[in-house]
């Protein structure tokens, strides 16, 4: 079983990464106009999502659900979070290499705020909501004891998904 303590460590280190990743979206473009400086801020943000799912995904091999060989019941439980970690870690990508290659050596006087730049734009932010939830969610659902040790639930989703 997972000692409070220790996941109590995880999840601040989780919320941590997703406070550095809200604090970017927020602010990210506003905090430099030089072209590496935005790129640095970029790969930072990255970074911390990759974390994040690493993160998830050692504590998933934590638990016992994983060790008792049932990680599809684990991943139907967090299928939804799973896809939009990821999803989101692919917009932002997206928003980010159309960001520096618009930018990169214009100076910071350039307009870039075209239509489908605009569009972009606003689905990263919408999917950002989305993810900060979801992960939050699934990383609190993981702090269950019921995922740490056998139990009567444990047995009955096995039934139920075979």
Known sequence: ?????RYRAIIYSQFV????DLFINAFGSLLSNRDVILLVIYIVQLLCLVFNL?????VFFNTYVFQAGLMSLLIRKFRM???????YALISVGIH???LVKVWGQGSNIYIWDGGYQV????????SVFYYYFYKRMALKLGDPRYYKDS????????RSH
């Open 1 to 5: 079983m997972m000692l409070v303590s």
């Open 120 to 127: 972009l734009y606003v689905i990263h932010r919408v999917a």
């Open 17 to 20: 990464l997703l406070l550095v």
């Open 81 to 87: 979070a799973i896809c939009i970690n990821i999803l």
């Open 54 to 58: 690493i993160i998830i995904f050692l």
């Open 97 to 99: 290499v159309w960001t």
């Open 152 to 159: 009567e639930w444990l047995r009955k989703e096995y039934a």
